[in-house]
């Protein structure tokens, strides 16, 4: 029983090593450089980053920093999770074995911390503004 069970997962780490394979030949075929949608996500990856160096306010940059950190990880998370129930794919990684790089890294993180940069600036409701921006980002 213990050998069976054993056989069982080693075939299905075997299918995922497949399954990575053939993503990343789909992604040399096809995408490597040559696409507008490749490059727009290269730019959802390098865009916010160079607008954050700009406008983070310097004298709360750990703060600031720490708090993208945790939007960083939870929305890690939470991504990794809807992609392992099969609910999200990303046609058009910038790298493979990473698919959602520029949201999990740089599109969603530095969007919420000038967010909540500017609600802390202005004195203004964090969580109205919060889901504002949630609403914004899903469509």
């Known amino acids: 029983m213990e050998k069976q069970r054993i056989e069982q997962f080693d075939n299905i780490v075997k299918m995922g090593k497949e399954g990575q394979k053939a993503l990343n030949e789909y992604w040399l075929d096809y995408f490597l450089y040559t696409s507008f949608e490749y490059w727009l996500m290269v730019s959802l990856l390098v865009v916010p980053l160079i607008i954050l160096f700009f406008q983070i306010d310097k004298s709360k940059i750990f703060f600031m920093g720490f708090y993208g950190y945790s939007i960083h990880v939870l929305f890690g998370y939470i991504d990794l999770y809807a992609k ?56």
């Open 84 to 139: 392992n129930l099969g609910f999200l794919h990303y046609p058009i990684p910038i790298i493979p074995m990473i698919p959602g790089l520029s949201l999990d890294s740089s599109f969603i993180p530095v969007t919420f911390m000038l967010v909540y940069q500017w609600t802390l600036n202005h004195k203004k409701n964090y969580y109205f503004f919060f889901d504002i921006s949630s609403f914004g980002i899903c469509f």
